[in-house]
């Protein structure tokens, strides 16, 4: 059974950074990826990287937030850069392997001052 296991949100001021960890037991993904979901709103696809290290980015955080990948650790890093209070959403890990999806628990990002 993977299992996901997420850490380092919490509350930071506009501007500032955050750097979210996810660590992967019981399965080795291709492709390992952060959504987030904010109140009212669908879940968003935020970033994704595969297991070479090809990365992909929203629009809406590219050249803040930079994705990576440690595949001996089988974690995966999003490094938050010049948050916006619009930043603020619950952050979920996902794993994707052979047509199947996994997820993490979440973690509550806050962008406020």
């Known amino acids: 059974q993977a299992q996901l296991v997420e850490s380092g949100g919490g509350l930071v001021q506009p501007g500032g950074s955050l750097r979210l960890s996810c660590a992967a037991s019981?399965?080795?993904?291709?492709?390992m990826g952060w959504y987030r979901q904010a109140p009212g709103k669908q879940r968003e696809l935020v970033a994704s990287?595969?297991?070479?290290?090809?990365?992909n980015y929203a629009d809406s955080v590219k050249g803040r937030f930079t994705i990576s990948r440690d595949n001996a650790k089988n974690t995966v890093y999003l490094q938050m850069n010049s948050l916006k209070p619009e930043d603020t959403a619950v952050y979920y890990c996902?794993?994707?392997?052979?047509?199947?999806?996994?997820w993490g628990q979440g973690t509550q990002v806050t962008v406020s001052s």
């Open positions: 996902n794993g994707y392997r052979l047509g199947r999806s996994s």
């Open positions: 019981g399965s080795i993904f291709s492709i």
């Open positions: 990287i595969t297991s070479s290290g090809m990365a």
